[in-house]
C-alpha cells in the first residue's frame, strides 16, 4: 500500500507542478504530483521546447540558404520534413523523462490520473480525487494543495482545430508534412513563433492580427522593426483584421480576411489559431469552493492563494503573464511560504518575456508608452545592432536595443531587444531590474568585447546621452 | 557584539593624523551617520561617522593626540547592555566609521568649504552584519528624499533594503511629522518639502556652531576706492598693450591681496584660536566666498601675500570657475587662514559676516558708491565702499581689529603697495 496522505499534493505536472513538488521536497514536505498527461506539461511537450527544436531546424534552412554572404556554396539543400519534427518530439521526451527522474531522485510519487478537488476529511485534511485511465480512482489526503492544471489554446467558433485543415499549436507541432500556404491566426508569441518557424522552411506565410500592430504587447518600436523584417523574409502581415468563417474545400481552405476597409478572400493548405488561451478550470473540484474563477483563471492573491485556505493556484491557471517561467517562480514562492519561509511577491514588471522568431525578441518591464501612462518621466536610450562589430561580424546586422529609465531615479524601468541572441542577453537586464540597479552601475558594468551584448551597455548609456559607438 | 573603530585613512597618501577632538563621549548612544570625532591632517580636517548604531564603550586614544597611525583601534562601540571588553579583546578589527570632508564655516553670504558633490554614502560594514544593505535604487531614492537609511526596515532578500521599503516610508512619513511640528504646519498657499544636499546640511551645521561657540563682534570702516581704481585701468591698459587681456585684475583681486598685506601688517589675525594656544599662521591663505546655485564654497588662495596680483587674479579665475563647476579638490577649499565675502556686485550698503571656524576673522565687503566725502575743508566726489570684519573675540581683541581695518584701508587708498 503506497502512500496517500502527504503535507502537500500537486495538481498537474507542468514548469509549474514539478517545480513545486522539487522544492517542496527539498523542503522536507512529503509530496505527491497527479498528473493527467505527460510531466513537463505544456512547455516541455508542446510548448517552449518542441517549439525551440523546429525553429532552430528553419534557422538552419534560412543559413543553408544565404551562404552566398559567408562565402559558401551549397547546391540541392534539402530536408526530411519527418526528421525535424521527429527531432523535436525526441527532445521532449528526452526533457519529459529527465523530470520524472528528477521527481523519482526526490521521492516525490506521481500518480498518474486526473486530479480534482474533493472536499474534507473529518480531520480537516483536503481530498484529491485521482481518476486513472484504467482502474478505481483513488482518493489522495493532503495538508495543502497546489493547482496547476495549466492552460490550453482558445478556440474561436468556427476555427475548432480539425487536424486536417485548422491547426492549434498543437498540431502546428507535429504536422506530417510542410504546408505551402499557411494562414497564422494571431500574433502573439505563439502565432509569430510558428508564422517564423514556416517561413524559414519555406512556406508562404499569411499573418493575421486583430490589434493594429503585431506582438501587440511588445514595445511598439520593437513591434514595428519586427513588422518591417518579417515583409522582408516574405512574411504576409495584415493587421486590424476581421476573419470570417472558413471554408473548407477539398484540398485547401479559404477565409475571408477584413484588413485596410479591403475584403479579401485568402485561400491556404492549413489555419494556425494561436489567439490566446484559456485555463483549465473545469473538471478539478472548484464547484461548491470558495475558490473564485475569472475569465478561465483561478483568483488568487499575490502569494498565489485561493479562496479556501491551503488550496495554491500557479502558471498559466492562475492567470498571465502564461510564460513557464513565471509558473516555476510561483511554484518557488508558494511552497516556501507554504513551508513558513519569507516570500516576495512577484512583480510582474520584472518578468522577461521572449519571442524565438526571426529575429528573436525579448523584453521586461515596462514599454515606453506604459511607463509614461504610469506618469513616469522616461529616459530612453537605443542601440542599433547595425552599429555593433560582433552582430555585422555574425551576419545579423538587424535590431535594436532599447531601455526605459525613469529620469527621477535612474530606475530601469524596461528593456526591450530585438535581434539576434537577445532572448540569451536580456537576462542582464532582469538581474538589474530586480537588483535594483541603477543607470549608474549599468554604466560602470564592463561588458566583454566583442560581443553583441555590449549594445545593451550602449543603450544604457544612450539613455544618458553618452553611446560611444553611435 | 563590541567592534573597534579604527583610524580612519583621509586620503590614500595618509598614513597618520591628529584626533582633534571627541565628538561623542564615552557613554553616548550612537547611531548611524553620527560624527565621532574629528580628524586632523596637515591637509584636511575630517569628521570620523559612525557607521553602525551601538554604546561608545570606550575611548582608546584620547582627544588632541597626534601621529595617530591609520588603523589604529581609536574607541570600541558596543551594542546596548553589553559590557565594554577589555582593551585589544574585540574581536573584528574593522572600520566602523567613515570619514567625511570637514569644512570650515561660513559668512552669510558665501564661505562655507563644502564638498559640491554628494558625500559618498556609507558603505562597508563589519562582522557584526550590521552594515546597511541596500539596493543601489533604494539608497538613491533615500538620498533624494532625505531618508536615512538606519531608519528603514528592509524587506527584500536577506532584509535587504529595496525601493518598495524607502516608498513606504515616504507614504506614512508625513503625517508624523506634521504632528510633532506645529511649526512646519504649511502655508495656505501650499507648501513642499526640499529635502537638504549634503552641502546644504553642512552649512547649516557649521554656520551654527560658529554662531554658537565663536564669541563674535563686528568693526566696520568705509574705504575709498578712487585710487585702487585707477591703478588697476593702468595695470589693464598695460597688460592689453603687452597683448596680455587674460589677465584682466578685477576689483576682487586687489582686494584679495590687500587683505593680505594688512594680514602681514597686524599677523595677530592671521590666527586660528585652539585650546592649547593661538596658532599664528605665516602665509595668508584667503579664502574666497563663491556662491554655487545650492549653497557655496570657499576655495583658498594660498601665499596672497608673497604672490602678484596677476598671479592672485589667474588663481581666484581658475578656483571660482571650477568651484562653480564642482571640480574643486579637496585642498583647495579646505584650510585657508581669513577669508573674504564680496557681495559688490549685488549693490549691498553693508552687511556683517559669520567667522569661518577655526578663522579668526572674515571680512565683509560691500557695493562701491560714489558720494561726497569731506576732504580737508571741501566736498569731493569719491567712490566709497563700506567693509566689516567680522573677529573671534577669543583670538582678536577689538583695537587689533581697527588696526587691521586701517592696515587694509591703507593699502587700498594707497594701493602702490600692492604692486610692491
Known amino acids: 500500500m503506497s502512500q496517500t496522505d502527504f503535507d502537500l499534493v500537486v495538481i498537474g505536472g507542468g514548469p509549474g507542478g514539478y517545480v513545486a513538488a522539487l522544492r517542496a521536497a527539498q523542503l522536507g514536505l512529503s509530496t505527491a504530483v497527479v498528473e493527467a498527461n505527460h510531466l513537463g506539461g505544456i512547455c516541455l511537450n508542446w510548448g517552449c521546447i518542441p517549439t525551440k527544436a523546429l525553429l532552430r531546424a528553419s534557422e538552419i534552412n534560412h543559413l543553408l540558404h544565404d551562404l552566398d554572404g559567408y562565402g559558401f556554396k551549397a547546391e540541392a539543400v534539402s530536408f ?28 516525490v510519487p506521481v500518480f498518474e490520473g486526473f486530479g480534482k478537488l474533493d472536499g474534507v476529511t473529518a480531520n480537516g485534511r483536503r481530498k484529491v480525487l485521482v481518476s486513472k485511465k484504467t482502474g478505481a480512482p483513488q482518493t489522495l489526503n493532503a495538508k495543502n494543495v497546489i493547482l496547476a492544471t495549466g492552460a490550453r489554446a482558445r478556440i474561436l467558433p468556427g476555427l475548432e482545430p480539425d487536424g486536417q485543415f485548422i491547426w492549434s499549436y498543437r498540431e502546428a507541432l507535429v504536422p506530417e508534412e510542410m504546408p505551402k500556404r499557411l494562414l497564422v491566426i494571431g500574433s502573439g508569441a505563439i502565432g509569430t513563433e510558428f508564422a517564423s518557424f514556416y517561413r524559414n522552411m519555406g ?11 503585431i506582438l501587440p504587447v511588445e514595445d511598439e518600436e520593437i513591434s514595428a522593426i519586427a513588422h518591417k523584417e518579417f515583409e522582408k523574409q516574405g512574411i504576409r502581415i495584415l493587421t486590424n483584421a476581421k476573419i470570417g468563417s472558413p471554408q473548407k474545400g477539398a484540398e485547401s481552405v479559404s477565409i475571408a480576411v477584413e484588413a485596410g476597409g479591403k475584403t479579401e478572400t485568402i ?10 488561451i484559456v485555463g483549465n478550470v473545469e473538471n478539478i473540484g472548484l464547484e461548491g469552493t470558495k475558490i473564485k474563477v475569472d475569465r478561465t483563471h ?66 521586461v518591464g515596462y514599454t515606453e508608452a506604459r511607463a509614461k501612462e504610469a506618469g513616469y518621466k522616461v529616459r530612453v536610450g537605443k542601440f542599433p545592432l547595425l552599429a555593433n562589430g560582433k552582430a555585422l561580424a555574425m551576419g545579423e546586422p538587424t535590431g535594436l536595443i532599447k531601455t526605459v529609465f525613469d529620469d527621477a531615479t535612474g530606475e530601469l524601468l524596461g528593456a526591450h531587444m530585438i535581434g539576434a541572441e537577445v532572448t540569451e542577453m536580456i537576462q542582464g537586464y532582469v538581474i538589474a531590474r530586480t537588483g535594483e540597479l541603477t543607470e549608474a552601475e549599468l554604466s560602470e558594468t564592463i561588458f566583454p568585447h566583442p560581443t553583441i551584448s555590449e549594445s545593451m551597455h550602449e543603450a544604457v548609456l544612450a539613455a544618458y546621452g553618452g553611446a560611444l559607438h553611435f | 557584539m563590541a567592534t573597534e573603530i579604527l583610524m580612519p585613512a583621509l586620503s590614500p597618501t595618509m598614513t597618520e593624523g591628529k584626533l582633534a577632538r571627541w565628538v561623542k563621549k564615552e557613554g553616548d548612544a550612537v547611531t548611524s551617520g553620527d560624527v565621532l570625532a574629528e580628524i586632523e591632517t596637515d591637509k584636511a580636517t575630517m569628521e570620523v561617522e559612525a557607521i553602525e548604531e551601538g554604546i561608545l564603550g570606550r575611548i582608546l586614544i584620547a582627544e588632541g593626540t597626534e601621529g595617530v597611525a591609520v588603523n589604529t583601534p581609536i574607541a570600541i562601540l ?96 508625513p503625517k508624523a511629522e506634521v504632528a510633532n511640528s506645529a511649526a512646519q504646519a504649511p502655508a495656505s498657499g501650499g507648501s513642499r518639502l526640499v529635502p537638504h544636499t549634503t552641502m546644504r546640511k553642512v552649512i ?78 605665516e602665509d595668508a591663505d584667503i579664502s574666497i566666498a563663491v556662491s554655487l546655485d ?6 583658498i588662495v594660498r601665499k596672497a601675500d608673497s604672490k602678484s596680483l ?19 579638490k579637496p585642498e583647495e577649499f579646505q584650510g585657508g587662514t581669513f577669508s573674504i565675502s564680496n557681495m559688490g556686485m549685488y549693490g549691498v550698503k553693508d552687511f556683517a559676516a559669520i567667522v569661518n571656524p577655526p578663522q579668526a576673522a572674515i571680512l565683509a565687503i560691500a557695493a562701491g558708491r560714489k558720494q561726497p566725502v569731506v576732504s580737508g575743508n571741501e566736498i569731493k566726489i569719491a567712490t566709497v565702499m563700506t567693509v566689516t570684519l567680522s573677529v573671534d573675540h577669543r583670538a582678536v581683541d577689538g583695537a587689533t581689529a581697527a588696526q587691521w581695518l586701517n592696515a587694509f584701508r591703507t593699502a587700498v587708498q594707497s594701493p602702490l603697495s600692492l604692486v610692491l
Open chain 1, 80 to 107: 526530411d520534413f519527418k526528421k525535424i519534427v521527429a527531432r523535436s518530439r525526441a527532445v521532449s521526451k528526452q526533457l519529459s523523462s529527465g523530470v520524472s527522474h528528477l521527481l523519482k531522485k526526490a521521492k
Open chain 1, 203 to 213: 512556406a508562404e506565410v499569411t499573418l493575421v492580427e486583430v490589434a493594429p500592430r
Open chain 1, 267 to 276: 485561400t491556404v493548405d492549413k489555419i494556425i489559431s494561436a489567439v490566446g
Open chain 1, 298 to 363: 483561478v483568483v488568487t492573491d499575490e502569494l498565489c492563494r485561493t479562496g479556501e485556505a491551503g488550496v495554491y493556484a500557479i502558471g498559466d491557471l492562475a492567470g498571465a503573464p502564461w510564460l513557464a517561467h513565471k509558473a516555476s517562480h510561483e511554484a518557488v514562492m508558494c511552497v516556501e511560504a507554504i513551508a513558513g519561509k519569507h516570500v516576495h511577491p512577484i512583480d510582474v514588471t520584472k518578468i522577461p518575456g521572449c519571442t524565438y522568431c526571426r529575429p528573436q525578441i525579448a523584453s
Open chain 2, 78 to 173: 558596543v551594542e546596548e547592555g553589553e559590557a565594554v571588553p577589555a582593551e585589544g579583546a574585540t574581536k573584528s578589527a574593522a572600520s566602523t566609521a567613515v570619514a567625511s570632508p570637514n569644512t570650515p564655516a561660513a559668512a552669510p553670504q558665501a564661505a562655507v568649504s563644502a564638498p559640491a558633490a554628494p558625500a559618498p554614502v556609507a558603505a562597508a560594514k563589519t562582522a557584526t552584519g550590521a552594515r546597511i544593505i541596500a539596493s543601489p535604487l533604494a539608497r538613491r531614492i533615500a538620498r533624494q528624499k532625505g531618508l536615512d537609511l538606519a531608519t528603514v526596515k528592509g524587506s527584500g532578500p536577506n532584509g535587504r533594503i529595496v525601493k518598495r521599503d524607502v516608498d513606504n516610508v515616504q507614504r506614512s512619513a
Open chain 2, 204 to 281: 547649516a551645521r557649521r554656520l551654527t556652531e560658529s554662531k554658537a561657540n565663536v564669541p563674535h563682534f563686528y568693526v566696520s570702516i568705509d574705504v575709498e576706492l578712487d585710487a585702487l581704481m585707477a591703478l588697476r585701468a593702468q595695470l589693464n591698459a598695460l597688460a592689453e598693450g603687452e597683448g596680455d587681456e587674460g589677465v584682466k585684475l578685477s576689483v576682487n583681486d586687489m582686494l584679495i591681496k590687500a587683505s593680505a598685506v594688512a594680514l602681514k601688517k597686524v599677523p595677530t589675525v592671521n590666527a586660528y584660536f585652539t585650546e592649547e594656544g593661538m596658532l599664528l599662521h
Open chain 2, 294 to 299: 545650492d549653497g557655496l564654497i570657499t576655495p
Open chain 2, 310 to 328: 596677476r598671479e592672485i587674479s589667474q588663481e581666484a579665475k581658475s578656483l571660482i570657475s571650477r568651484a562653480r563647476a564642482g571640480k574643486l
